[in-house]
């Protein structure tokens, strides 16, 4: 708990991390290399448990999105084109 603010923030982070962990599990061995494998070496074979002892190890940090708020749309141009010829 000392990593992370709250607990619905320590499940929310492990329980990201655990299903990137079960990804690479997945596709391993098909040379992707779309998935980073576990940052820790342990004894438990399970990846919610794998992800819990990375962020106890500081190996995973929780980033907080900011407060800004950008607009999806921003990239719409508001003044129609004029694609008439006079």
Do not use: W
């Not at 576990?38 to 992800?51: E, G, H, M, R």
């Amino acid at each position: 708990m000392e990593k992370v603010d709250s607990k619905f923030h320590l499940v929310h982070l492990a329980a990201k991390r655990a299903r990137e962990i079960n990804g690479y599990f997945a596709h391993l061995g098909e040379g992707l290399g779309s998935f980073v494998p576990p940052l820790v070496q342990t004894d438990s074979n399970k990846p919610l448990s794998i992800a819990l002892e990375e962020i106890a190890a500081g190996k995973i940090e929780a980033v907080e999105p900011s407060d800004e708020v950008e607009d999806p749309l921003a990239f719409i141009d508001d003044e129609p084109e004029d694609d008439e010829a006079s």
